[in-house]
């Protein structure tokens, strides 16, 4: 098959080029294609590709004809319907019935309407008449000259096309002429100066192939990294270079202890539902938790302490053993706030953790069960709510937003709060791009830390800068089954940028 596709090929390249030679143009080349006896898709990519190398010039030609349809080719063959249900009529007139039977009930139904029309017969009750001696059959020969190709006006090419009796059949050709760079035949032009050419020493004079820069390149098959980790790698580079470090975050299943109680939230908080939060069957209870810490946590929930007066609820153990899927990474920040309130004398700590977190909420456009939770800590002496501005600002900047606002909020583990608003030029509003605050002294001093410690913490998602960043509007788009992969490799490096 490929063989005689080339020299088919071959074939069809020498008979344009030397057609070309003694004549100015091929007008058509589906003609010419029939005159050489080769297809016409064949000769398609044989003038692709001798225009490519300018040796002819093409230009696109519309053709179109009347085909007659079947009906009608029958009609050319036997007569029009009307013509042949008058040439069943006698002199003498027929009946219908007999009529009918003579010439068939489908010419008999569409002949009779058109004699009828052209005031060649005459229909009564019971007897089919002529109303004229002789008809001609303009219609048969109006198909037939369709068929012949030759020139037919339009006033009968739309009464044909009204009868369903032809239909327009159009093509593309070509006409071809000389090119710029013609020849009578295609000179071999070289793609590579090879040792070969060196040895018989004609590279002086063989053409070597123009190297064609815009050729799509191979697709190097390589890795791609998912928006999602583009972004967390840029956003773990700036933790980094502020000095945070890394919490460890692989563990999704979490004890309502370090997710909830430790961090000072009730244990009625309507996030502690299984409304909001995943709940394990099994384990459906953690089985280490430290005892001591245990009893100071349940006495700050009950009586308070450090200031502060507590829930004066009774607080159940059990309702703190409970596992479930970590709600926030806060639950991470307290396991190690917890181990470095252990650690004396204390250290200043900056922390930080980007990994997921799940939420039993509604599903939507922007929101799944589980997204990546971003958050940064910082355990120091004598911070401040003006600290915590600063690094905000710092960080945000990092990220490409250098106006932020702050709106005071509500978080069951930091007082005061702030939700963290920044301005998107692109989007042109107020987005929130996050929350924070400093952590509660029932939560900190209750870990041991001294009075002077306190913390500033902030978390965002991962995903919302990510959507933003890619320009992706549905977050099934980002992550989940349905992310086609086509968006990760095409996804641009991460350039943080707000604009
Ligand atoms: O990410 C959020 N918004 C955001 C962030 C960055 C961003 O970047 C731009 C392009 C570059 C754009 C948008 N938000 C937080 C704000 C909203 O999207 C919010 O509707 C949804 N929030 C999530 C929780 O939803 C229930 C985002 C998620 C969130 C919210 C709060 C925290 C973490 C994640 C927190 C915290 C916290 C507070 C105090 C102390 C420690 C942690």
Known sequence: MAAADSDDKTRAERSILGFLQSNEVISDSHQFASSVGIGHSELES????????????????????????????????????????FWAVPAEGISRAELEKKVGSQ??????????????????????????????DSVKDLLKNIEDGKMVDDKDIATLKKRKLITLQTWK???????????????????????????RGDWKDVEFKDYNLDVQEQ?????????????????????????????????????????????FQPQQHPARDSHDTFFLKVPSTTRELPEDYLEKVKQVHEIGGYGSLGYRYRWKREEAEKNLLRTHTTAVSTRMLYLLAQKKPFTPK????????????????????????????????????????????DFFASLGMKKLRFKP??????????EIFSYHEGLDKWVEVGNSGMFRPEMLRTMGFPEDVSVIAWGLSLERPTMILYGINNIRDL???????NLIKSSKICRLGWQ
Not at 175 to 189: D, N, Q, T
Request: proline share 4%; with cysteine.
């Open 350 to 393: 900056r922390y930080y953790s980007i990994d997921r977190v799940f939420r039993n909420e509604a599903v939507d456009r922007t929101h799944l069960a589980e997204f990546h939770q971003i958050e940064g800590v910082i355990c120091d002496r004598n911070l401040t709510l003006g600290h915590l501005i600063g690094v905000l600002n």
């Open 219 to 263: 697709p190097i098959e390589i890795g791609y990294l998912h928006p999602l980790l583009e972004v967390r790698e840029a956003i773990q580079n700036i933790f980094l270079q502020m000095g945070f470090e890394e919490m460890p975050t692989n563990n999704f299943v979490e004890s309502s202890f370090w997710n909830f109680d430790a961090l």
């Open 107 to 136: 010419i008999f139904k569409i002949g009779s309407s058109q004699a009828i029309k052209n005031k060649w017969v005459e229909i009564g009750k019971q007897l089919v008449s002529r109303k004229v001696d002789h008809v001609e």
């Open 409 to 418: 909020a509500y978080n069951p583990y930091t007082e005061p709060s702030m």
């Open 173 to 199: 050709g070509y006409s071809l002429k000389k090119g710029p760079k013609y020849a009578p035949e295609r000179k071999k032009v070289a793609t590579d100066l090879t040792r070969e050419h060196l040895l």
């Open 479 to 485: 992550f989940g089954p349905k992310v086609d992969f």
């Open 46 to 85: 044989v003038i692709k590709s001798l225009c490519g190398f300018q040796l002819i010039e093409s230009q696109d030609i519309k053709k179109e004809r009347w085909l007659l349809t079947d009906e009608a080719k029958s009609y050319a063959l036997n007569g029009s319907p009307e013509a042949q249900v």
